[in-house]
């Protein structure tokens, strides 16, 4: 009896553990997963058919394959890490031998063993530490792509936004053009008609009219494919109803110092925190290829009813040195190789940045001179030649040529508020900036802070 209570509690003893060696940060690891998966149990809000960004943005984050792809492949690594961390690693072998002799056999000739797996040796504990800091690091190396993901899928809507509304207010200037081009083309075909004036000024007029009604056509079709795009990173039917803002926001402010620029590179872009935590992982292969040398046990246990109890604990020596020592080479190379990249990307990212910050100063440079010179100027010339067209010195032609400088200007002002809010918006996929807020959402929070 006292036999089989001590063979009971040995089976115990090796089937009840089931115990996990996680690592230190798996638990805000995994609470910061479930938190990004929050909405993901929601329904979809609705997109009113003049949404501005933000709303566009939290529809595409929820809706977008590619971003759920990513949540759904950093809730896969987070797993990764409790299957690495489980103890023991081996499942439980029992065993049952009977002897017998030309009679029945009794309870003192049945043999009951237990032991680990034969298949698969039980790993000492800090291997399997090591190999759950393994998985921990790239758990995290998910977590910064599903960022970066985030940020991708933001940068591609806010472009294609502001492209698109750029498209109509460009449309709508051509419109404009084609208008009073109209106006000329008559006062030409009257002047023709009369015997004032030639044909040939007339089929100009004709033909100039037709180019402007045919770039606001083409402006139009561009715009729809843009909404299409836009349906279509909604994860919408691609003709799904959708119409630019009346008033879109634009214009926002940004702190433009290279200095805190490089300093929130380094602190917020994803794919520069993914690449470190490659090399975090790649760190911890190496520290558990290192640990390879040590050896692996196999703890046994058996019974003979009443007459005999073994335990026993075989060590297994690992004899493949030269295996062993060619698999820690590898993995120390591996992590020179991750540093490498990491250092030549924070160098190509951080020039990146300081090329964009140049682009968007001298953008709002040319925005400057067109909104405070250029576009004034020529709106005092179409009204000098306006009175002077109904004071009669002057001809309707050279008030249309007026008209048409002026709006010309309004359109690069247009292509450079639409190239502004581009780089901008690269600006704070590099930086890793707030999606909903940018640039003016961080400099609130700064200042609330303060």
Same mark, same amino acid.
């Given at each position: 009896?006292?036999?089989?209570?001590?063979?009971?509690?040995?089976?115990?003893?090796?089937?009840?553990?089931?115990?996990?060696?996680?690592?230190?940060?798996?638990?805000?690891?995994?609470?910061?997963?479930?938190?990004?998966?929050?909405?993901?149990? #929601?329904?979809?809000?609705?997109?009113?058919?003049? =949404? !501005?960004?933000?709303?566009?943005?939290?529809?595409?984050?929820?809706? %977008?394959?590619?971003?759920?792809?990513?949540?759904? &492949?950093?809730?896969?690594?987070? &797993?990764?890490?409790?299957?690495?961390?489980?103890?023991? %690693?081996? %499942?439980?072998?029992?065993?049952?031998?009977?002897?017998?002799?030309?009679?029945?056999?009794?309870?003192?000739?049945?043999?009951?063993?237990?032991?680990?797996?034969?298949?698969?040796?039980?790993?000492?504990?800090?291997?399997?530490?090591?190999?759950?800091?393994?998985?921990?690091?790239?758990?995290?190396?998910?977590?910064?792509?599903?960022?970066?993901?985030?940020?991708?899928?933001?940068?591609?809507?806010?472009?294609?936004?502001?492209?698109?509304? @750029?498209?109509?207010?460009?449309?709508?200037?051509?419109?404009?053009?084609?208008?009073?081009?109209?106006?000329?083309?008559?006062?030409?075909?009257?002047?023709?008609?009369?015997?004032?004036?030639?044909?040939?000024?007339?089929?100009? @007029?004709?033909?100039?009219?037709?180019?402007?009604? %045919?770039?606001?056509?083409?402006?139009?079709? &561009?715009?729809?494919?843009?909404?299409? /795009?836009?349906?279509?990173?909604?994860?919408?039917?691609? !003709?799904?109803?959708?119409?630019?803002?009346?008033?879109?926001?634009?214009?926002?402010?940004? =702190?433009? +110092?290279?200095?805190?620029?490089?300093?929130?590179?380094?602190?917020?872009? =994803?794919?520069?925190?993914?690449?470190?935590?490659?090399?975090?992982?790649?760190?911890?292969?190496?520290?558990?290829?290192?640990?390879?040398?040590?050896? *692996?046990? +196999?703890?046994? @246990?058996?019974?003979?009813? !009443?007459?005999?109890?073994?335990?026993?604990?075989?060590?297994?020596?690992?004899?493949?040195?030269?295996?062993?020592?060619?698999?820690?080479?590898?993995?120390?190379?591996?992590?020179?190789?991750?540093?490498?990249?990491?250092?030549?990307?924070?160098? *190509?990212?951080?020039?990146?940045?300081?090329?964009?910050?140049?682009?968007?100063?001298?953008?709002?440079?040319?925005?400057?001179?067109?909104?405070?010179?250029?576009?004034?100027?020529?709106?005092?010339?179409?009204?000098?030649?306006?009175?002077?067209?109904?004071?009669?010195?002057?001809? #309707?032609?050279?008030?249309?040529?007026? /008209?048409?400088?002026?709006?010309?200007?309004?359109?690069?002002?247009?292509?450079?508020?639409?190239?502004? /809010?581009?780089?901008?918006?690269?600006?704070?996929?590099?930086?890793?900036?707030?999606?909903? @807020?940018?640039?003016?959402?961080?400099?609130?929070?700064?200042?609330?802070?303060?």
């Amino acid at each position: 009896m006292r036999a089989r209570r001590w063979f009971c509690l040995f089976i115990c003893a090796g089937v009840l553990p089931g115990c996990f060696f996680l690592p230190r940060g798996f638990d805000e690891q995994h609470a910061r997963n479930r938190a990004a998966g929050e909405n993901y149990n #929601l329904p979809l809000p609705e997109l009113p058919e003049e =949404p !501005d960004l933000e709303s566009l943005l939290e529809y595409a984050w929820r809706a %977008n394959g590619e971003v759920r792809a990513a949540w759904d &492949e950093w809730v896969a690594a987070v &797993e990764r890490v409790r299957d690495a961390a489980g103890y023991p %690693n081996t %499942n439980l072998h029992l065993g049952l031998e009977a002897m017998w002799a030309g009679k029945r056999p009794g309870w003192n000739d049945v043999t009951i063993s237990a032991g680990n797996d034969p298949m698969t040796n039980l790993a000492l504990p800090p291997k399997i530490a090591a190999a759950a800091r393994v998985a921990l690091e790239q758990a995290r190396a998910a977590e910064a792509n599903f960022h970066a993901r985030r940020l991708a899928v933001r940068e591609r809507v806010a472009s294609a936004f502001f492209q698109w509304i @750029g498209l109509h207010e460009r449309a709508e200037i051509a419109h404009r053009r084609a208008a009073w081009l109209e106006q000329l083309e008559l006062s030409e075909r009257a002047r023709f008609s009369s015997g004032a004036g030639s044909q040939e000024a007339w089929l100009a @007029g004709q033909n100039a009219r037709l180019e402007a009604e %045919n770039q606001a056509r083409n402006l139009l079709v &561009e715009a729809e494919n843009l909404r299409r /795009e836009l349906n279509g990173l909604l994860g919408r039917a691609a !003709d799904a109803p959708l119409r630019p803002p009346r008033e879109p926001v634009r214009g926002r402010s940004w =702190p433009g +110092n290279l200095e805190e620029f490089r300093a929130q590179l380094r602190a917020g872009n =994803p794919e520069l925190a993914g690449l470190r935590a490659e090399v975090a992982a790649r760190e911890r292969t190496l520290h558990a290829a290192q640990l390879q040398f040590l050896p *692996d046990v +196999n703890p046994m @246990g058996a019974i003979t009813g !009443d007459v005999s109890q073994v335990a026993g604990l075989a060590f297994v020596l690992p004899l493949t040195w030269r295996k062993l020592q060619a698999q820690v080479a590898s993995a120390r190379a591996l992590v020179d190789a991750s540093r490498a990249v990491l250092r030549q990307a924070e160098a *190509d990212r951080e020039a990146e940045v300081a090329a964009g910050l140049a682009v968007l100063e001298n953008v709002e440079r040319q925005q400057r001179l067109w909104t405070e010179s250029l576009l004034p100027n020529w709106q005092l010339r179409c009204q000098s030649v306006r009175r002077a067209y109904e004071a009669g010195t002057q001809s #309707l032609g050279e008030w249309v040529q007026a /008209e048409l400088a002026r709006l010309a200007a309004e359109e690069a002002l247009v292509e450079l508020q639409t190239l502004r /809010e581009q780089q901008l918006v690269r600006l704070e996929t590099l930086l890793g900036l707030p999606g909903e @807020g940018g640039f003016s959402a961080t400099q609130e929070a700064s200042h609330a802070a303060r």
